[in-house]
């Protein structure tokens, strides 16, 4: 097996019970991961069980004292893992390991393999731990019984089962103790309290400063761009213009339906609002906050795109003053770079705080903002690909509501008529359809 390329490949390793949050912490760390740029997999144990051993494994299967079935859950566990290596030893710059890994046996067995077998790998070992059983018997009601070893059983059978297998881990399971040392990270509680040791480096850094700001709280998250302003309608970029007229009236009828999704006052305190600090947004959230009767936050870090030295012009000046640029962003809006301004690449750097922001906020959030940070923001909750951030739809005077789930986000649309407060959902049978891919790839990745 050939080694890993020069640059620096790391490899991070789950451990700790079932329904505990492995692959809830696995799959949200692989939409980031992947939301900054890196090629990320998740290889889960699980996946590779069920396709070698089938879906009809019973507690009895998780035996320590079942030799044959432990024999076979090895054979699973090397196989994830061979495949993983060969990832890292290819184009793969980050890969999760997502499984129990229970005992110091298999944990040392995963170490050597990959400081044998890819010399230039850098390995952090995520333990979640939680003993709380309200976590973990609501994780299980709203994950694991979805698990495809459980899909033609009734819920009280499976989760009866599965509580069986999880007794069966805890027989042998072994906490990571400072005598492997390991480079780890200890997440108890869900966050409640956090142990590192022996982390280094500047994207481990940030990986750890992403989880503690993790949570399994469900909360609406809304997207929206400002009302419309005279820049819109003159089809101009950039600019610090106000609203329009309809912009105005957008965001009183926008107002009354944060109204109606929060009929009590207590409810509205709840909102976490946040906004730029350009005049079209500001002016939407002052109408909006003014009817909710609550305040909002203006950041920095939600300003439009910089265009630089087209700011203010239509795209038909710009094609004429700049033949050059306009065509080059005809080609990659990912990587194309306003003269003197931003690309989207630099967006997502730039907003990477507010992911922090909203996945540690607790209540809903409402994020009035402009088409390009909501399409990078947008990005993340639905996993989609870094190239196709600037192409995603995110239409004028319309609200999106993502509520994200364990390992998929749910959405809705919403047109609203400026002038006569007409709502209506759009894109329904779109959304239908992606709600069904994200439940069948959300069956797919459990463990």
Partial sequence: MQDCHKSQKIAICMVGLPARGKTYISRKLHRYLNWLGYNCKVFNIG??????????????????????????????????????????????EIAIFDGTNTTKQRRNMVQCSLSQQCQNVQ???IESICDDAEVIQNNI???KLNNPDY????????????????????????????????????????????????????????IIS?????????????????????FNQE??????????????????????????????????????????????????????????????????????????????????QIAIQFPEDFAQRKVNKLTYRYPRGESYLDLISRIEPIIYEIERSREPVLVIGHQAILRCLYAYFHRNEISEVPQLEIPIHAIIK??????????????????????????????????????????????
């Fill in 47 to 92: 996946n590779y069980r069920r396709e070698i051993c089938g879906t009809e494994c019973d507690k009895t299967f998780f035996d320590s004292k079942n030799e044959q079935a432990t024999k076979a859950r090895n054979e699973c566990a090397q196989m994830a893992l061979n495949d993983l290596i060969s990832y890292l030893n290819g184009d793969g």
């Fill in 123 to 125: 390995t952090l070992w």
């Fill in 141 to 143: 009601r709203l994950t």
């Fill in 151 to 206: 899909v033609s059983m009734n819920p009280e059978d499976a989760t009866k089962d599965f509580l069986g297998r999880i007794r069966m881990y805890e027989e042998v399971y072994q906490k990571i103790e400072l005598d492997e040392n390991l480079s780890f990270i200890k997440l108890i509680n869900i966050g409640e309290d956090i142990q590192i040791h022996k982390v280094k480096g500047y994207l481990l850094s940030k």
């Fill in 210 to 230: 992403y989880l503690m700001n993790l949570h399994i709280y469900p909360r609406p998250i809304y997207l929206t761009r400002h009302g419309g302003s005279t």
């Fill in 235 to 316: 089809n101009r970029v950039g600019g610090d213009c106000d609203l329009s007229q309809q912009g105005i009236q957008y965001s009183e009828q926008l107002g009354k339906f944060l109204l109606d999704e929060f009929p009590t006052q207590e409810q509205r305190n709840q909102i976490h609002c946040l906004t730029s600090t350009m005049k079209r947004a500001t002016h939407t959230a002052d109408i909006v906050c003014n009817i909710l009767k609550i305040s909002y936050l203006q950041l920095k870090t939600l300003d439009e795109i910089n265009v630089g030295i087209c700011d203010g012009l239509t795209y038909t």
């Fill in 402 to 447: 993502l509520t994200p789930a364990a390992y998929y986000c749910e959405e809705i649309r919403i047109k609203i008529d400026p002038e006569t407060g007409e709502r209506k959902q759009i894109e329904e049978d779109l959304q239908i359809e992606r709600v069904n891919l994200l439940t069948k790839k959300k069956s797919y990745i459990l463990l």
